[in-house]
């Protein structure tokens, strides 16, 4: 199952934006649910988690703050509210889900990944 992340786009610093991510048909359930993104020349980093609760919650220290988390069962879709945005968030987006209820930091926990959104902060 690939996941589908949409919503990414060019903003200036201290702009909004908000990613969603939701998986392709109505046969797969996201669960755990997290954001990771990867910048040009460097490795792909957490950003945050969802367990499939709602709670807990898990955020990088860089977006604490300015991004936050939510999710909408019943539309089986998980967003991702990014406001102040700055130019060292600029990178692809991929949401990523998990087989457990609760969620995790770890990549390695998420099983199921998508093609990922672009998101540009000029400064």
């Known amino acids: 199952v690939q996941l589908q992340a949409s919503g990414g786009g060019l903003v200036q610093a201290g702009d909004s934006l908000g990613l969603s991510c939701a998986p392709p048909?109505?046969?797969?359930?996201?669960?755990?649910t997290a954001w990771f993104r990867q910048a040009p020349g460097k490795e792909r980093e957490f950003v945050a988690a969802i367990s499939w609760s709602g709670r807990p919650t898990y955020y990088a220290d860089s977006v604490k703050g300015r991004f936050t988390i939510s999710r909408d069962n019943a539309k089986n879709t998980v967003y991702l509210q990014m406001n102040a945005l700055k130019p060292e968030d600029t990178g692809v987006y991929y949401c990523a889900g998990g087989r457990s209820w609760i969620a995790t930091m770890s990549d390695r926990e998420y099983d199921y990944w998508g093609q990922g959104t672009q998101v540009t902060v000029s400064s």
């Open positions: 048909g109505r046969t797969f359930t996201l669960y755990a």
